[in-house]
């Protein structure tokens, strides 16, 4: 009976033996999983591990290598296809000196109602004038050699001015449709050339229908129109420039003149500018 026993023991034990390796075959005894990792070869530390995914497991940090090259020198393809030779050397410069301006007044005053020449007065005023590289807005890129931004006297002074030749104004993330768009808009005012120092332009849209007109000139208004003895309103009215306005002169690293004339797209004013600045 006790050699039955043993006999039945010994075959039960044979048999889950037999059960557990079956088990292990399908996916490798943990002896042949370390022979394997042992003999795979190795891989780069930054490659995320196949088990990156599974619970529990965290994935290898990857690798930074911190480069000890110079960075590569600017070449033509980073410089806007607008932009002429020696163009971007000028992004960034600044020039402050003096402007002469004359204003020239118009009114409508006469018995026939036709205009006519009312006063002229000029002014010597504080200026500034600021080159930048082309704005952008909205997936488009101003299409000239810089961004201008001249400033003549303070905006609350008789004859002040401000030209602006480009600038970036935000609007609806949507579409008419209610899809989604870039909100930045790009509002260019001038076309500008410039080569060798040669600086030319032309205000060719003043976006007064957007509202959003920059290209200014300060003027005080009368209190009653054809009545000058009643005086004009305190602080002056901005007037936006009209649509043909001009820019001329030379703009270098070492400073800028420029003449510049136009009018208001009232018609009521019309003004000469000249100025002379060394870079800051």
């Not at 010994?10 to 079956?22: I, N, R």
């Not at 332009?201 to 007109?213: M, N, S």
């Not at 070492?254 to 100025?275: I, K, M, V």
Request: proline fraction near 9%; include cysteine; hydrophobic fraction near 35%.
């Amino acid at each position: 009976m006790a050699l039955f026993s043993a006999a039945l023991r010994a075959g039960v034990c044979a048999g889950l033996l037999g059960v557990l390796l079956t088990g292990c075959s399908g996916g490798g005894s943990s002896g042949s999983v370390a022979a394997e990792s042992s003999s795979a070869p190795a891989t780069d530390s930054a490659t995320p591990s196949p088990t990156s995914g599974e619970p529990g497991t965290t994935p290898p940090s990857p690798t930074v290598v911190e480069s000890t090259d110079p960075p590569p020198a600017p070449t033509t393809a980073d410089v806007p296809l607008s932009a002429p030779d020696g163009a971007a050397a000028l992004w960034g410069m600044k020039y402050s000196g003096t402007a002469s301006v004359t204003v020239d007044v118009y009114d409508y005053c006469t018995l026939d109602g036709s205009r006519q020449l009312s006063q002229s007065k000029t002014y010597s005023l504080n200026t500034t004038l600021d080159l930048g590289e082309p704005r952008g807005g909205g997936g488009e890129t101003e299409a000239n050699p810089f961004s201008l931004l001249l400033a003549v006297g303070q905006p609350s002074e008789a004859g002040a001015l401000s030209f602006w030749s480009s600038a970036v104004s935000t609007g609806s993330s949507q579409d008419l449709a209610g899809n989604p768009r870039d909100p930045n808009l790009l509002l260019t005012y001038w076309e500008l050339e410039w080569s060798d120092g040669q600086l030319s332009g032309r205000l060719t849209d003043p976006h007064t229908e957007e509202a959003v007109a920059l290209n200014l000139l300060n003027w005080p208004s009368p209190l009653m129109a054809c009545r000058p003895e009643f005086g004009d309103m305190p602080g002056g009215f901005p007037h936006a420039l009209a649509e043909g306005t001009t820019l001329d002169g030379t703009v270098g690293a070492g400073g800028a003149d420029l003449t510049a004339r136009g009018s208001t797209g009232d018609g009521q004013l019309e003004f000469r500018l000249e100025f002379s600045g060394s870079s800051a």
